[in-house]
Protein backbone atom coordinates (compact mmCIF):
# COMPACT_ATOMS: atom_id res chain seq x y z
CA UNK A 1 0.00 0.00 0.00
CA UNK A 2 1.51 3.38 -0.65
CA UNK A 3 -0.16 5.79 0.26
CA UNK A 4 -2.17 5.65 3.64
CA UNK A 5 -3.88 8.05 5.60
CA UNK A 6 -5.41 7.40 8.79
CA UNK A 7 -7.98 9.33 11.66
CA UNK A 8 -6.28 12.79 10.54
CA UNK A 9 -7.98 15.84 11.72
CA UNK A 10 -6.79 19.17 11.14
CA UNK A 11 -8.37 22.21 12.46
CA UNK A 12 -7.86 25.82 11.19
CA UNK A 13 -8.71 28.53 14.59
CA UNK A 14 -11.23 26.00 16.38
CA UNK A 15 -12.93 25.17 12.63
CA UNK A 16 -12.34 21.74 11.19
CA UNK A 17 -10.89 21.64 7.54
CA UNK A 18 -10.34 17.85 7.72
CA UNK A 19 -12.32 15.66 10.66
CA UNK A 20 -11.30 12.04 10.80
CA UNK A 21 -10.17 11.08 7.10
CA UNK A 22 -8.53 7.31 6.49
CA UNK A 23 -7.60 6.99 2.76
CA UNK A 24 -5.51 4.24 1.30
CA UNK A 25 -4.08 4.45 -1.96
CA UNK A 26 -2.61 1.22 -3.80
CA UNK A 27 0.44 1.55 -5.21
CA UNK A 28 1.05 2.98 -8.53
CA UNK A 29 -3.30 3.95 -8.73
CA UNK A 30 -4.25 7.09 -9.59
CA UNK A 31 -6.80 8.22 -6.71
CA UNK A 32 -8.67 11.41 -7.27
CA UNK A 33 -10.26 13.34 -4.17
CA UNK A 34 -13.28 15.05 -5.36
CA UNK A 35 -15.19 17.66 -3.52
CA UNK A 36 -17.09 21.28 -3.61
CA UNK A 37 -14.43 24.03 -3.41
CA UNK A 38 -13.63 24.87 0.68
CA UNK A 39 -14.45 20.95 1.69
CA UNK A 40 -10.45 20.45 2.57
CA UNK A 41 -9.11 19.00 -0.63
CA UNK A 42 -5.92 21.00 -0.24
CA UNK A 43 -5.75 20.78 3.58
CA UNK A 44 -5.50 17.51 2.63
CA UNK A 45 -3.39 17.32 -0.03
CA UNK A 46 -0.99 19.80 1.83
CA UNK A 47 -0.98 17.64 5.19
CA UNK A 48 0.23 14.36 2.82
CA UNK A 49 2.84 17.05 1.21
CA UNK A 50 4.06 18.15 5.03
CA UNK A 51 3.38 21.95 4.50
CA UNK A 52 0.82 21.49 7.22
CA UNK A 53 1.06 19.59 10.81
CA UNK A 54 -2.28 17.58 11.20
CA UNK A 55 -4.04 17.97 15.18
CA UNK A 56 -4.02 13.74 14.96
CA UNK A 57 -3.95 11.03 12.85
CA UNK A 58 -0.89 9.36 10.68
CA UNK A 59 0.25 9.22 7.29
CA UNK A 60 2.14 6.08 5.83
CA UNK A 61 3.78 6.53 2.35
CA UNK A 62 5.21 3.37 0.91
CA UNK A 63 5.09 1.77 3.80
CA UNK A 64 7.07 4.49 5.96
CA UNK A 65 5.43 6.54 8.64
CA UNK A 66 5.64 9.85 8.22
CA UNK A 67 3.42 11.47 10.11
CA UNK A 68 1.92 10.26 13.69
CA UNK A 69 1.93 10.71 17.58
CA UNK A 70 5.33 12.65 18.30
CA UNK A 71 5.99 11.61 14.43
CA UNK A 72 6.71 14.60 11.36
CA UNK A 73 8.99 13.87 8.68
CA UNK A 74 10.21 17.43 6.99
CA UNK A 75 8.13 17.47 2.95
CA UNK A 76 11.97 17.14 1.61
CA UNK A 77 12.20 14.15 3.30
CA UNK A 78 8.95 12.53 1.97
CA UNK A 79 10.42 11.84 -1.62
CA UNK A 80 6.97 13.68 -2.75
CA UNK A 81 5.97 15.35 -6.15
CA UNK A 82 3.47 18.25 -5.41
CA UNK A 83 1.99 20.58 -9.47
CA UNK A 84 -0.15 22.98 -7.80
CA UNK A 85 -2.67 25.16 -10.27
CA UNK A 86 0.02 27.69 -10.71
CA UNK A 87 2.79 25.62 -12.80
CA UNK A 88 5.95 27.27 -10.72
CA UNK A 89 8.53 27.11 -12.87
CA UNK A 90 11.92 29.20 -12.95
CA UNK A 91 11.30 31.51 -15.73
CA UNK A 92 14.70 32.31 -16.29
CA UNK A 93 15.53 28.66 -17.02
CA UNK A 94 15.15 26.29 -19.88
CA UNK A 95 12.89 23.46 -19.75
CA UNK A 96 15.44 21.03 -19.46
CA UNK A 97 17.50 23.18 -16.74
CA UNK A 98 14.23 23.26 -15.28
CA UNK A 99 13.38 19.33 -14.98
CA UNK A 100 17.16 18.79 -13.98
CA UNK A 101 16.85 21.32 -11.28
CA UNK A 102 16.04 18.97 -8.77
CA UNK A 103 19.35 16.74 -9.81
CA UNK A 104 21.69 19.71 -9.67
CA UNK A 105 19.91 20.89 -5.93
CA UNK A 106 21.06 17.68 -5.38
CA UNK A 107 24.41 18.34 -5.82
CA UNK A 108 24.81 16.38 -9.18
CA UNK A 109 26.59 17.96 -11.49
CA UNK A 110 25.36 19.61 -14.55
CA UNK A 111 25.95 17.22 -17.63
CA UNK A 112 24.79 14.39 -15.53
CA UNK A 113 21.65 16.30 -14.27
CA UNK A 114 20.87 16.41 -18.14
CA UNK A 115 21.85 13.41 -18.95
CA UNK A 116 19.10 12.29 -16.27
CA UNK A 117 16.45 14.10 -17.42
CA UNK A 118 16.60 13.56 -20.45
CA UNK A 119 14.17 10.52 -20.39
CA UNK A 120 11.34 12.75 -18.08
CA UNK A 121 11.21 15.00 -21.15
CA UNK A 122 10.56 12.15 -23.16
CA UNK A 123 7.69 10.93 -20.65
CA UNK A 124 5.91 14.24 -21.49
CA UNK A 125 6.97 14.55 -25.27
CA UNK A 126 8.94 17.68 -24.51
CA UNK A 127 12.25 16.79 -25.96
CA UNK A 128 12.17 19.04 -28.80
CA UNK A 129 11.19 21.54 -26.57
CA UNK A 130 14.33 21.13 -24.08
CA UNK A 131 15.85 24.76 -24.82
CA UNK A 132 12.59 26.89 -24.87
CA UNK A 133 11.64 29.03 -21.66
CA UNK A 134 8.57 28.01 -20.08
CA UNK A 135 7.26 32.07 -21.37
CA UNK A 136 7.04 30.51 -25.21
CA UNK A 137 4.89 27.45 -23.78
CA UNK A 138 1.39 26.68 -23.80
CA UNK A 139 -0.36 26.52 -20.43
CA UNK A 140 -0.54 22.32 -20.91
CA UNK A 141 2.91 22.09 -22.24
CA UNK A 142 4.46 24.22 -18.78
CA UNK A 143 2.12 21.77 -16.88
CA UNK A 144 3.64 18.97 -18.64
CA UNK A 145 7.21 20.59 -17.63
CA UNK A 146 6.32 20.53 -14.25
CA UNK A 147 5.47 17.10 -14.54
CA UNK A 148 8.48 16.06 -15.97
CA UNK A 149 9.92 17.83 -12.84
CA UNK A 150 7.96 16.00 -10.62
CA UNK A 151 9.35 12.83 -12.04
CA UNK A 152 13.19 14.01 -12.06
CA UNK A 153 13.03 14.58 -7.78
CA UNK A 154 12.09 10.75 -7.75
CA UNK A 155 8.61 10.93 -6.46
CA UNK A 156 7.19 8.16 -5.04
CA UNK A 157 4.02 9.58 -4.50
CA UNK A 158 2.93 12.65 -6.46
CA UNK A 159 0.31 14.82 -5.52
CA UNK A 160 -1.57 17.29 -7.37
CA UNK A 161 -3.68 20.26 -6.81
CA UNK A 162 -6.23 21.06 -9.37
CA UNK A 163 -3.63 21.10 -12.26
CA UNK A 164 -6.11 21.99 -15.13
CA UNK A 165 -7.98 24.38 -13.58
CA UNK A 166 -6.05 27.13 -15.22
CA UNK A 167 -6.14 26.11 -18.92
CA UNK A 168 -9.31 26.46 -21.20
CA UNK A 169 -11.77 23.82 -21.59
CA UNK A 170 -10.48 22.43 -24.78
CA UNK A 171 -6.78 21.93 -23.46
CA UNK A 172 -8.15 20.76 -20.05
CA UNK A 173 -9.79 17.54 -22.26
CA UNK A 174 -6.15 16.92 -24.27
CA UNK A 175 -4.58 17.12 -20.55
CA UNK A 176 -6.53 14.55 -18.98
CA UNK A 177 -5.61 12.15 -21.59
CA UNK A 178 -2.06 13.29 -21.19
CA UNK A 179 -1.78 12.97 -17.52
CA UNK A 180 -3.71 9.63 -18.05
CA UNK A 181 -0.91 8.46 -20.23
CA UNK A 182 1.91 10.30 -17.69
CA UNK A 183 0.46 8.10 -15.43
CA UNK A 184 0.52 4.70 -17.30
CA UNK A 185 4.30 5.18 -18.38
CA UNK A 186 5.47 6.40 -14.94
CA UNK A 187 3.59 4.58 -12.95
CA UNK A 188 4.07 6.80 -9.55
CA UNK A 189 1.04 6.45 -6.86
CA UNK A 190 -0.73 9.74 -7.25
CA UNK A 191 -3.38 11.86 -5.73
CA UNK A 192 -5.17 14.31 -7.68
CA UNK A 193 -7.26 17.17 -6.28
CA UNK A 194 -10.57 18.74 -7.87
CA UNK A 195 -14.10 20.31 -7.41
CA UNK A 196 -14.45 19.03 -11.04
CA UNK A 197 -16.52 15.75 -10.60
CA UNK A 198 -16.38 14.96 -14.21
CA UNK A 199 -12.47 15.29 -15.03
CA UNK A 200 -12.73 12.94 -11.33
CA UNK A 201 -14.59 10.04 -13.32
CA UNK A 202 -12.44 10.46 -16.19
CA UNK A 203 -9.00 10.20 -14.51
CA UNK A 204 -9.59 8.26 -11.57
CA UNK A 205 -8.67 4.75 -10.76
CA UNK A 206 -9.97 5.19 -7.21
CA UNK A 207 -12.34 8.21 -6.24
CA UNK A 208 -12.37 9.56 -2.89
CA UNK A 209 -15.73 11.82 -2.48
CA UNK A 210 -15.19 14.60 0.49
CA UNK A 211 -17.79 16.93 2.08
CA UNK A 212 -17.45 19.30 4.85
CA UNK A 213 -13.90 17.55 5.41
CA UNK A 214 -15.16 14.20 5.66
CA UNK A 215 -14.77 11.39 3.21
CA UNK A 216 -18.14 10.26 2.07
CA UNK A 217 -17.66 7.29 -0.20
CA UNK A 218 -14.72 5.65 -2.17
CA UNK A 219 -14.72 3.83 -5.17
CA UNK A 220 -13.95 3.01 -8.77
CA UNK A 221 -15.84 5.61 -10.53
CA UNK A 222 -18.06 3.39 -11.88
CA UNK A 223 -19.30 2.30 -8.33
CA UNK A 224 -19.53 5.91 -6.98
CA UNK A 225 -21.72 6.70 -9.90
CA UNK A 226 -23.89 3.78 -10.58
CA UNK A 227 -24.25 3.20 -6.20
CA UNK A 228 -23.49 6.02 -4.52
CA UNK A 229 -23.81 5.92 -0.72
CA UNK A 230 -26.10 8.61 0.09
CA UNK A 231 -28.05 11.36 -1.25
CA UNK A 232 -24.58 13.93 -1.36
CA UNK A 233 -22.89 11.66 -3.25
CA UNK A 234 -25.67 10.74 -5.78
CA UNK A 235 -26.20 14.97 -6.37
CA UNK A 236 -22.59 15.42 -6.83
CA UNK A 237 -21.59 13.10 -9.07
CA UNK A 238 -23.13 13.31 -12.88
CA UNK A 239 -26.96 13.93 -12.77
CA UNK A 240 -29.84 12.23 -11.17
CA UNK A 241 -33.41 12.46 -9.81
CA UNK A 242 -34.01 11.85 -5.85
CA UNK A 243 -37.34 10.48 -5.14
CA UNK A 244 -39.18 8.77 -2.37
CA UNK A 245 -41.08 6.10 -3.02
CA UNK A 246 -42.37 2.69 -1.03
CA UNK A 247 -39.80 -0.25 -1.68
CA UNK A 248 -40.97 -3.78 -1.57
CA UNK A 249 -39.08 -6.56 -3.13
CA UNK A 250 -36.70 -4.37 -4.23
CA UNK A 251 -39.59 -3.06 -6.59
CA UNK A 252 -41.07 0.37 -5.98
CA UNK A 253 -44.52 1.88 -7.85
CA UNK A 254 -43.58 5.18 -9.39
CA UNK A 255 -46.16 6.61 -11.73
CA UNK A 256 -48.39 3.73 -11.65
CA UNK A 257 -45.85 1.09 -13.36
CA UNK A 258 -43.68 -1.30 -10.58
CA UNK A 259 -39.61 -0.19 -11.15
CA UNK A 260 -36.96 -2.70 -10.49
CA UNK A 261 -34.97 -1.54 -8.26
CA UNK A 262 -30.46 -2.15 -7.33
CA UNK A 263 -29.79 -2.11 -3.91
CA UNK A 264 -31.30 -2.77 -1.01
CA UNK A 265 -34.11 -1.77 1.64
CA UNK A 266 -37.60 -2.10 2.32
CA UNK A 267 -40.37 0.44 3.52
CA UNK A 268 -40.11 4.12 2.31
CA UNK A 269 -36.68 4.92 1.17
CA UNK A 270 -35.21 7.45 -1.25
CA UNK A 271 -34.53 6.54 -4.92
CA UNK A 272 -32.03 7.62 -7.18
CA UNK A 273 -32.14 7.22 -10.85
CA UNK A 274 -29.49 8.03 -13.36
CA UNK A 275 -30.88 9.94 -16.90
CA UNK A 276 -29.92 6.49 -18.30
CA UNK A 277 -32.72 4.88 -16.58
CA UNK A 278 -35.51 7.20 -17.99
CA UNK A 279 -37.10 6.58 -21.30
CA UNK A 280 -39.85 8.48 -22.90
CA UNK A 281 -42.59 6.20 -23.71
CA UNK A 282 -46.72 5.85 -24.32
CA UNK A 283 -47.31 4.26 -21.38
CA UNK A 284 -45.29 6.67 -19.30
CA UNK A 285 -46.59 9.23 -17.10
CA UNK A 286 -46.08 12.99 -18.36
CA UNK A 287 -43.52 15.40 -17.51
CA UNK A 288 -43.41 19.15 -18.58
CA UNK A 289 -40.15 20.09 -19.27
CA UNK A 290 -38.40 22.98 -17.74
CA UNK A 291 -35.10 23.28 -19.25
CA UNK A 292 -33.22 21.78 -21.53
CA UNK A 293 -29.56 22.59 -22.68
CA UNK A 294 -28.06 21.01 -25.92
CA UNK A 295 -24.62 18.80 -25.50
CA UNK A 296 -24.36 18.26 -29.11
CA UNK A 297 -26.35 15.08 -30.54
CA UNK A 298 -27.97 14.94 -27.13
CA UNK A 299 -30.56 17.35 -24.78
CA UNK A 300 -29.86 17.47 -21.24
CA UNK A 301 -33.20 18.34 -19.83
CA UNK A 302 -35.21 19.15 -16.57
CA UNK A 303 -38.64 18.17 -16.15
CA UNK A 304 -41.90 18.46 -13.36
CA UNK A 305 -44.07 15.62 -12.62
CA UNK A 306 -47.29 15.40 -10.38
CA UNK A 307 -45.24 11.48 -9.72
CA UNK A 308 -42.33 12.54 -8.23
CA UNK A 309 -41.54 15.04 -5.67
CA UNK A 310 -38.55 16.93 -7.38
CA UNK A 311 -37.11 17.83 -10.39
CA UNK A 312 -36.45 14.71 -12.81
CA UNK A 313 -33.33 14.58 -15.17
CA UNK A 314 -33.07 13.13 -17.98
CA UNK A 315 -31.25 12.94 -21.37
CA UNK A 316 -33.03 13.08 -24.86
CA UNK A 317 -31.95 11.98 -28.07
CA UNK A 318 -34.69 14.42 -30.00
CA UNK A 319 -35.26 18.20 -29.55
CA UNK A 320 -37.50 19.05 -26.92
CA UNK A 321 -38.68 22.78 -25.62
CA UNK A 322 -39.05 24.30 -22.17
CA UNK A 323 -43.09 23.72 -21.89
CA UNK A 324 -42.93 20.56 -23.70
CA UNK A 325 -45.07 17.84 -22.59
CA UNK A 326 -43.39 14.49 -22.46
CA UNK A 327 -44.89 10.64 -21.63
CA UNK A 328 -42.00 9.01 -19.07
CA UNK A 329 -40.93 6.17 -17.28
CA UNK A 330 -38.24 4.20 -15.30
CA UNK A 331 -36.68 1.53 -16.54
CA UNK A 332 -34.05 1.06 -13.20
CA UNK A 333 -33.05 2.96 -9.95
CA UNK A 334 -30.81 2.69 -7.15
CA UNK A 335 -32.14 2.06 -3.70
CA UNK A 336 -30.39 4.83 -1.70
CA UNK A 337 -28.69 3.13 1.91
CA UNK A 338 -29.92 4.80 4.95
P1 LIG B 1 -10.52 23.20 -0.89
O1 LIG B 1 -9.13 22.98 -1.37
O2 LIG B 1 -11.36 21.98 -0.91
O3 LIG B 1 -11.20 24.33 -1.60
P2 LIG B 1 -9.21 24.03 1.58
O4 LIG B 1 -8.53 22.80 2.07
O5 LIG B 1 -8.38 25.05 0.91
O6 LIG B 1 -10.45 23.61 0.67
O7 LIG B 1 -9.93 24.72 2.81
C1 LIG B 1 -10.78 24.02 3.71
C2 LIG B 1 -11.21 24.95 4.83
O8 LIG B 1 -10.10 25.27 5.64
C3 LIG B 1 -11.77 26.25 4.33
O9 LIG B 1 -12.82 26.64 5.16
C4 LIG B 1 -10.60 27.21 4.46
O10 LIG B 1 -11.02 28.51 4.65
C5 LIG B 1 -9.89 26.66 5.69
N1 LIG B 1 -8.43 26.91 5.64
C6 LIG B 1 -7.55 26.34 4.77
N2 LIG B 1 -6.29 26.76 5.03
C7 LIG B 1 -6.37 27.63 6.07
C8 LIG B 1 -5.41 28.39 6.83
N3 LIG B 1 -4.11 28.35 6.55
N4 LIG B 1 -5.89 29.18 7.83
C9 LIG B 1 -7.21 29.20 8.14
N5 LIG B 1 -8.15 28.50 7.49
C10 LIG B 1 -7.76 27.72 6.47
MG1 LIG C 1 -8.04 23.85 -2.95
Not at 239 to 251: I, M, Y
Amino acid sequence: MSLKVENLTKTFDGISAISEVSLTVPENAFCCVVGPSGCGKSTLLRLIAGLETPDQGSITLNGTPVVGPGLFVPPEQRQIGVVFQSYALWPHLTVEKNVAFPYEAQGVGAAEAKRRAAPHLQTVSLESYADRRPESLSGGQRQRVALARCLASDAQTILMDEPLANLDPHLRATMESELRTFHEQSNVTTLYITHDQREAMALADIMAVLDAGRILQVGTPEEVYEHPQSETVARFIGRGTVLSADVTARQATIGGRRVSLDGSGEGSRQIFVRPKNIIVSEEGWPAEISSVHYRGGLWEATALSSEVDGPIMLDLHQPVRSGDTLQLSFTGGWILPS
